[in-house]
């Protein structure tokens, strides 16, 4: 059964209480939100698809999931444990499950005989990310991101409710905000970060794929530095 044919049939179970959305209309939600504070769109996302919802974090910081947590501490939080992480990142996913006692779910990567981002660098993170969200979100209607338009050029013109490949809804609650909005919230709420933002990293994936920025003034040229690829394929998938 194919991840289509397997969303098709979760969504077969859902109550038919939850609506379903033509793209047309999610357009429509999206620009409505376009002004709005990220926890009135975390709210529609709760109130709208809970418990077939689920927030997707890279745990640089917990800002999506301090967000999320105050409106709902039940929303499960899915982190995809490549088996190529930094100790650091591993770490910040441990004291940010017991701050929140968050409803945690880990995709863990089966070991690989050789190492896939060596061998294959293009296929890795398809086959290691993309392929372990697919499993995680089998079930569900929706999810949500910590994505935002300032981040990158290839990421300026996201919308904050859209439809994905799987023909789930997605929602990215602070695709608006600028970093100064993000530092301003983890001042203001005492927010977990990730260890290596105090080493000169600015944007982190797996280990072997990630250094400090090369380029000051775009804080993701430390992403396979060196190479064309820009995105892991999460935020494509």
Same mark, same amino acid.
């Given at each position: +059964?194919?991840?289509?044919?397997?969303?098709?049939?979760?969504?077969?179970?859902?109550?038919?209480?939850?609506?379903?959305?033509?793209?047309?209309?999610?357009?429509?939600?999206?620009?409505?939100?376009?002004?709005?504070? @990220?926890?009135?769109?975390?709210? $529609?996302?709760?109130?709208?698809?809970?418990?077939?919802?689920?927030?997707? @974090?890279? +745990?640089?910081?917990?800002?999506? *999931?301090?967000?999320?947590?105050?409106?709902?501490?039940? *929303?499960?939080?899915?982190?995809?444990?490549?088996?190529?992480?930094?100790?650091?990142?591993?770490?910040?996913?441990?004291?940010?499950?017991?701050?929140?006692?968050?409803?945690?779910? +880990? +995709?863990?990567?089966?070991?690989?005989?050789?190492?896939? $981002?060596?061998?294959?660098?293009?296929?890795?993170?398809?086959?290691?990310?993309?392929?372990?969200?697919?499993?995680?979100?089998?079930?569900?209607?929706?999810?949500?991101?910590?994505?935002?338009?300032?981040?990158?050029?290839?990421?300026?013109? @996201?919308?904050?409710?859209?439809?994905?490949?799987?023909?789930?809804?997605?929602?990215?609650?602070?695709?608006? $905000?600028?970093?100064?909005?993000?530092?301003?919230? *983890? @001042?203001?709420?005492?927010?977990?970060?990730?260890?290596?933002?105090?080493?000169?990293?600015?944007? *982190?994936?797996?280990?072997?794929?990630?250094?400090?920025?090369?380029?000051?003034?775009?804080?993701?040229?430390?992403? $396979?530095?060196?190479?064309?690829?820009?995105?892991?394929?999460?935020?494509?998938?």
């Amino acid at each position: +059964m194919t991840v289509t044919e397997e969303t098709a049939t979760a969504v077969s179970l859902v109550p038919r209480t939850v609506p379903r959305f033509t793209d047309e209309e999610l357009a429509v939600i999206s620009k409505d939100f376009e002004g709005a504070p @990220a926890s009135t769109v975390i709210r $529609w996302a709760v109130d709208t698809f809970h418990p077939y919802l689920s927030l997707s @974090a890279s +745990m640089t910081d917990a800002v999506l *999931i301090d967000l999320a947590h105050k409106v709902e501490p039940s *929303i499960e939080v899915v982190f995809i444990d490549t088996g190529y992480h930094f100790p650091e990142t591993l770490e910040t996913v441990q004291a940010v499950r017991h701050r929140y006692g968050l409803n945690l779910k +880990m +995709m863990t990567v089966p070991h690989h005989d050789e190492e896939l $981002w060596r061998v294959d660098p293009e296929n890795c993170c398809s086959a290691v990310k993309v392929g372990q969200l697919d499993r995680a979100l089998q079930g569900k209607l929706a999810w949500m991101s910590g994505l935002r338009r300032a981040e990158a050029d290839t990421r300026a013109a @996201a919308p904050i409710v859209s439809r994905d490949v799987r023909g789930l809804v997605k929602i990215n609650p602070i695709a608006t $905000w600028s970093d100064d909005d993000v530092d301003g919230y *983890i @001042a203001d709420h005492d927010i977990i970060l990730n260890p290596l933002l105090l080493k000169g990293f600015t944007s *982190i994936g797996c280990m072997p794929c990630t250094t400090p920025p090369t380029d000051p003034n775009d804080p993701r040229s430390g992403r $396979w530095a060196g190479r064309a690829k820009t995105e892991c394929g999460l935020h494509d998938a």
